[in-house]
Every structure is written in structure tokens, then in C-alpha cells.
């Protein structure tokens, strides 16, 4: 089993990334797929997650209405689109599966490398 966190990159404030978590040996179909971050000194946190049964999506406060989670079954990958990044979101982002829809790390039993992500002008 392995996912693939990619897609990270340098963006200046306002702009976007798409973050990609490609699976193998993995149906994502029928997990819940979060997305997870974390800055230097500061705790994972998480950001978005898609449940695996009605594809339902959560977000942290600091995200919502900026981050929008989505899933390709047919590519068997979840993508997490960014928009009006702002320098704060900078981190190391994480993808990971596990069977409940959930903001906290303790559910999910399968975690990919992390991607970086650094907004900065």
C-alpha cells in the first residue's frame, strides 16, 4: 500500500496549488482520505477530509471556503485544490486513509510523504 502526495510547490499570497494523493494497492473509493499539515515547531494539524461512504468533506476553520477536497475514482486519487494561499498555510502537507472521516491523525492507518507547500512573496 502506498499513497503519493504531490503537487507542492512556491506560490506567492492569493495564488493556487492542486495537491494530488495517488494510491496504489489501495481502493480510496472506499476510504475516508484526509489531508493533514505541518509547519516547522508547530503540531500536525488537519486540513480536509472526504468520507468513504457519501463523500462527505470536512474542514478546519482556517481552510474553509478557501480549500475545496475532491476525489477521482476512476484515477483512484484525492486532490485537494487550494486557492487564495495565503503565508500561514505554508507547511508540509500530508495525505492519508483509514476508515472514519476525521481532522484528528488517530484514525487513519495509511499515510503518504509529505509535499511542501510555501507561500511567500
Known amino acids: 500500500v502506498q499513497l503519493q502526495a504531490s503537487g507542492g510547490g512556491l506560490v506567492q499570497p492569493g495564488g493556487s496549488l492542486r495537491l494530488s494523493c495517488a494510491a496504489s494497492?489501495?481502493?480510496?473509493?472506499?476510504?475516508?482520505v484526509g489531508w493533514f499539515r505541518q509547519a516547522p515547531g508547530r503540531k500536525r494539524q488537519g486540513v480536509s477530509t472526504?468520507?468513504?461512504?457519501?463523500?462527505?468533506?470536512y474542514y478546519s476553520e482556517s481552510v474553509k471556503g478557501r480549500f475545496t477536497i475532491s476525489r477521482d475514482i476512476a484515477k483512484n486519487t484525492v486532490y485537494l485544490d487550494m486557492n487564495s494561499l495565503k503565508p500561514e498555510d505554508t507547511a508540509v502537507y500530508y495525505c492519508?486513509?483509514?476508515?472514519?472521516?476525521?481532522?484528528?491523525?488517530?484514525?487513519?492507518?495509511?499515510w503518504g510523504q509529505g509535499t511542501q507547500v510555501t507561500v511567500s512573496s
Open positions: 492519508a486513509a483509514g476508515r472514519i472521516p476525521a481532522l484528528a491523525s488517530d484514525p487513519y492507518n495509511f
Open positions: 472526504i468520507s468513504g461512504t457519501d463523500d462527505n468533506t
Open positions: 494497492g489501495l481502493t480510496l473509493d472506499y476510504y475516508a
